[in-house]
């Protein structure tokens, strides 16, 4: 049955955001949009976590804690990148400790453009999120089946 | 006979109830706070989803924690309804969360051990109002049966109410309930909504199925919690029901309304309840009524 999709646990994690788009992810819990409507629980825990939402570039200090937080998350699981920093580094591309975006370091399945990307298209782009988690289950539970043989 | 038809009943039911009461709570948090909020079956979803998810083990022995607790807390409730001695109840439900608490400290993360110690304090702070509500209840027995009896069964029986005679200790294990049910102000060890502060407490270190048993385990709990609000109405089942419904209103309003507080709070406010609510009231049984 498909209960991932109607309960998505997202941890949001700041890696080098400005803090707009980090306001922007909070907007979502406000009544004005109450993401809790459709079961998005914000939980701070990687253990409990289904979707990764990570705004902001990657930089040097940060890699192995994007990383950690990654794994960390058991499957299935899915990564969301919020905002333009997150999919390819912005407007700090160039900075001297930047990296770049999030997928320098962990596969990332939804890109949300946007400098600050608006609360509908952070809530459009975990909806998107919802139909991938739904295929990594059902990839992981062969997987699972295969370990047992 | 009958005994063991409540006990089976609140077995197979308590969790659906539990889960309910949960969704219900949601739903009317969020209308509190101007939200929409989750549809009532919400707590069904996520716990059904973490029975999908995969269980990330920290050691071996944390799940084996986690299922003492949940069958201790099942059998707690077993004794509750099958009328047994509400003493016994009240320890088996400690017991029950010491296994919780062994759980988190076995997982050796700083957070779900804070969340431990916290928890610790927790109990502590719950168990004194609680042991004299059952005296009190014991006390009351007397005056219907010549030696006064510790069994639920003959607490729930009593046609004298209750509540007239133990009005102190009823507003005190309101006051303690808010502990067990894990609302602000008293949600220090781990609570249903998002304070980052120490991440998630005791259940920080559990994933998938083994957070889906704790969640369920805390189901049994609330109505088990519900059940001891209803005893002070047992002699009209109507009232009990509307009591239950109304504390458990209550609660959600001061779950809104209260920030967290410090556990020096916790520990000194909910002693002084049971010390000034709980004892008086057991000094006037015993001075008026000479039980
Ligand atoms: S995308 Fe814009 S708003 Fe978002 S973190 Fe980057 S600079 Fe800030």
Redesign the pocket.
């Known amino acids: 049955m498909p209960y991932l999709k109607k309960s998505p646990w997202i941890i949001h994690y700041d890696a080098s ?5 980090d306001i922007e992810v909070l907007a979502c819990l406000t009544p004005m949009y109450d993401v809790e409507r459709f079961g998005i629980v914000n939980t701070g825990n990687p253990k409990h976590a289904d979707i990764f939402v990570i ?2 570039s990657i930089n040097e200090q940060n890699v192995e804690v994007v990383k950690n937080i990654y794994h960390q998350m058991p499957e299935p699981k899915v990564v969301v990148a919020v ?3 997150a999919t390819s580094g ?2 700090f591309q160039e900075c001297y400790n930047i990296k770049g975006g999030v997928d320098k370091v962990i596969p990332v399945d939804v890109y949300v453009p ?4 608006r609360p509908e298209s952070i809530i459009d782009g975990i909806v998107k999120a919802l139909g991938i988690l739904e295929k990594r289950k059902e990839e992981h539970m062969k997987k699972a089946v295969e370990a047992k043989q | 006979m009958m005994n063991a038809f409540y006990a089976i009943g609140y077995m197979i039911l308590a969790p659906f109830l539990g889960g309910l009461i949960a969704g219900i709570d949601r739903k009317i948090t969020a209308r509190m706070q101007g939200r929409v909020g989750p549809p009532i079956l919400q707590p069904f979803y996520d716990v059904l989803k973490l029975f999908e998810k995969e269980k990330v083990v920290v050691t071996r022995s944390q799940n084996y924690y986690v299922l003492c607790y949940v069958v201790f807390m099942v059998f707690t409730g077993a004794l509750f309804f099958s009328g047994g001695d509400i003493l016994l109840v009240v320890f088996a439900l400690t017991l029950s969360h010491i296994f919780l608490i062994l759980g988190a400290y076995a997982s050796n993360s700083p957070y779900s051990y804070i969340g431990a110690e916290r928890e610790l304090l927790q109990v502590m702070a719950f168990e004194p109002m609680i042991v004299i509500a059952t005296i009190g209840m014991y006390m009351v027995t007397k005056l219907a049966i010549p030696k006064g009896s510790f069994y639920v069964s003959d607490i729930a029986s009593l046609t004298i109410p209750l509540i007239l005679y133990l009005p102190g200790i009823f507003l005190g294990l309101i006051y303690v309930i808010t502990i067990k049910l894990r609302k602000s102000p008293f949600d220090l060890s781990t609570s249903h909504h998002a304070h980052q502060e120490i991440v998630k407490g005791v259940t920080t270190e559990f994933s998938g199925s083994t957070l889906g048993r704790i969640e369920v385990a805390h189901w049994y709990e609330t109505v088990l919690l519900l059940a001891f609000v209803y005893l002070f109405f047992s002699f009209n089942p109507l009232m009990g029901v509307i009591a239950v419904l109304l504390v458990y209103l209550l609660e959600i309003f001061i779950d809104n309304n209260y920030p967290r507080v410090k556990w020096q709070m916790l520990l000194k406010s909910s002693w002084l309840v049971a010390l000034i609510l709980g004892m008086a009231n057991i000094a006037l049984l015993y001075y008026v009524r000479g039980v």
């Open positions: 955001s400005c803090n707009g788009c705004t902001g905002g333009i920093c912005g407007v946007g400098c600050a990307a």
